[in-house]
């Protein structure tokens, strides 16, 4: 057993499952080209139950070293889900698991330190996210109910239901032909000044509500690149160390100064 966790925990055998995955996704990406399954289509499936046996293999050795912890350890659980997925039969009723074999590439996310900690500050920021979602969510609903009264007899294929209008919100916040496909019409009906009550939207979602967003899930990446870096030491342990090494250095100075004083000639010590 010690032999095999020193195998799994090696770097190099991370590295490996990392080119392991990059490979599966080449080859899984290769399979939606039909010319190239023409071409080399047997070699492809090859490829993939070669590596997803290696990634069985995996698993497996990682649950026996591991054990229980295994389980307790969310990364481990969504490899485990990932790989899982491929080995369900893709029959009629479950096609659909076939094409989500490609879920094995996001395995690059527990492989990778860098990916992971990103993951784990966009997690982090979930509750916050939260709370800004609703704030923005309350926003298209007043503003839904506000473009549906005045101008859904207008056009009624763009504000004739609050639906209708929540989908043409969106398309304003993402600024996906506002002026030409929403305000110039508006504007044709006679509402002149409609151009300030969508401008007036698109400033408080895209230019705030969206900001708020991204200032969220920055502070929380940073907080959890700050948890992966080693903490600074304790003041009081930083000068006791200081302490230790300067002795260090005074003694070995004393030791260098007691050997140029042995090699001197006796003289040049008398007249020293």
């Given at each position: 057993?010690?032999?095999?966790?020193?195998?799994?925990?090696?770097?190099?055998?991370?590295t490996?499952?990392?080119?392991?995955i990059?490979?599966?996704?080449?080859?899984?990406?290769?399979?939606?080209?039909p010319?190239?399954?023409?071409?080399?289509?047997?070699?492809?499936?090859?490829?993939?139950?070669?590596?997803?046996?290696?990634?069985?293999?995996?698993?497996?050795?990682?649950?026996?070293?591991?054990?229980g912890?295994?389980?307790?350890?969310?990364?481990?659980?969504?490899?485990?889900?990932?790989?899982?997925?491929?080995?369900?039969?893709?029959?009629?009723?479950?096609?659909v698991?076939?094409?989500?074999?490609?879920?094995?590439v996001?395995?690059?996310?527990?492989?990778?330190?860098?990916?992971?900690?990103?993951?784990?500050?966009?997690?982090a920021?979930?509750?916050?996210?939260?709370?800004?979602?609703?704030?923005?969510?309350?926003?298209?609903?007043?503003?839904?109910?506000?473009?549906?009264?005045?101008?859904?007899?207008?056009?009624?294929?763009?504000?004739?239901?609050?639906?209708?209008?929540?989908?043409?919100?969106f398309?304003?916040?993402?600024?996906?032909?506002?002026?030409?496909?929403?305000?110039?019409?508006?504007?044709?009906k006679?509402?002149?000044?409609?151009?300030?009550?969508l401008?007036?939207?698109?400033?408080?979602t895209?230019?705030?509500?969206?900001?708020?967003?991204?200032?969220?899930?920055?502070?929380?990446?940073?907080?959890?690149?700050?948890?992966g870096?080693?903490?600074?030491?304790?003041?009081?342990?930083?000068?006791?160390?200081l302490?230790?090494?300067?002795?260090?250095?005074?003694?070995?100075?004393?030791?260098?100064?007691?050997?140029?004083?042995?090699?001197?000639?006796?003289?040049?010590?008398?007249?020293?």
């Open positions: 057993m010690a032999k095999l966790r020193a195998l799994i925990e090696h770097p190099r055998f991370e490996a499952i990392v080119v392991l990059v490979i599966n996704a080449i080859s899984l990406g290769l399979e939606t080209s010319t190239v399954m023409a071409q080399i289509g047997g070699l492809l499936t090859t490829i993939d139950h070669v590596i997803l046996t290696i990634f069985v293999a995996e698993i497996i050795a990682r649950i026996a070293v591991k054990r912890a295994f389980f307790r350890d969310p990364w481990s659980l969504f490899d485990l889900f990932v790989v899982s997925i491929a080995l369900v039969p893709a029959t009629d009723s479950l096609s698991l076939r094409a989500l074999r490609i879920l094995r996001l395995r690059l996310v527990t492989a990778v330190p860098s990916l992971r900690r990103v993951v784990g500050g966009l997690i920021a979930m509750p916050g996210m939260g709370s800004i979602g609703l704030l923005l969510g309350l926003i298209f609903y007043v503003f839904a109910v506000i473009v549906t009264k005045l101008y859904g007899q207008a056009l009624p294929d763009h504000f004739g239901s609050i639906g209708a209008s929540t989908y043409t919100l398309q304003a916040m993402t600024f996906d032909d506002w002026s030409g496909g929403i305000v110039k019409p508006l504007t044709e006679g509402f002149t000044y409609s151009w300030f009550v401008i007036t939207f698109m400033v408080i895209a230019f705030m509500a969206l900001n708020l967003f991204i200032g969220v899930v920055v502070t929380a990446l940073d907080a959890e690149t700050d948890e870096q080693p903490k600074l030491t304790h003041p009081a342990g930083a000068e006791a160390e302490r230790a090494r300067l002795d260090t250095i005074v003694a070995e100075l004393s030791l260098v100064r007691g050997e140029l004083a042995r090699l001197r000639p006796p003289g040049e010590a008398g007249g020293g």
